[in-house]
């Protein structure tokens, strides 16, 4: 498969549906329990099929890590064109919250096949860091947000939640840590 030639149909609807298969069995938490050529049974297809797609079970799990990202910003796009800067920079961040609970499984299993690949991942955190930016910037134009606090800041924050998930009232504290955040953010009236 490369890069400048666009796959048939049936081969990208293969490949969406061993994707979406992954990504299924990592939010369960089951995806070291699997042998990788299980997945493709278990998406209905061959296994030339799925090694075809993804050589290796760390080139499947880049192809799930890239859909969540472009996911991610995709929403944080659609919230900076749909509310008032402010409130999209707020449901984005408790939607992040959100997203992080619900997957909670998707974000272990790819933080421990991704250890070693943080190249790898670099496109993608630089991908989210700038819908961030964007966000944190369409505020500040606004007026409703400070403009000395770097969107880098915001990650931060995002990062030490997610590590924290294993705290018993996580989804709690994460609340008040987002509140605490938009608060810190906010223009001095």
């Not at 421990?112 to 955190?125: F, V």
Request: proline fraction near 3%; charge should be negative; include cysteine.
């Amino acid at each position: 498969m490369t890069a400048d030639k666009p796959l048939r149909a049936d081969a990208r609807r293969n490949r969406d549906v061993l994707v979406a298969k992954a990504r299924e069995i990592f939010d369960a938490g089951e995806f070291f329990d699997l042998r990788f050529d299980d997945f493709a049974r278990l998406a209905g297809v061959g296994t030339g099929t799925l090694y075809r797609h993804f050589p290796t079970r760390e080139a499947l799990a880049e192809a799930v890590y890239h859909g969540e990202v472009a996911a991610l910003c995709d929403r944080a796009r659609e919230l900076r064109a749909t509310l008032p800067a402010a409130e999209a920079l707020a449901t984005f961040l408790r939607g992040m919250v959100d997203h992080i609970d619900a997957h909670e499984g998707l974000a272990r299993t790819l933080a421990t096949l991704m250890a070693e690949r943080s190249g790898d991942l670099a496109e993608g955190s630089q991908a989210l860091e700038q819908a961030v930016a964007d966000l944190v910037a369409a505020a500040v134009r606004e007026g409703s947000v400070r403009d000395d606090v770097d969107s880098g800041a915001v990650m931060m924050v995002l990062h030490g939640i997610g590590a924290a998930h294993d705290r018993p009232h996580w989804r709690a504290e994460a609340d008040d840590v987002i509140t605490l955040l938009l608060d810190g953010l906010r223009r001095p009236q």
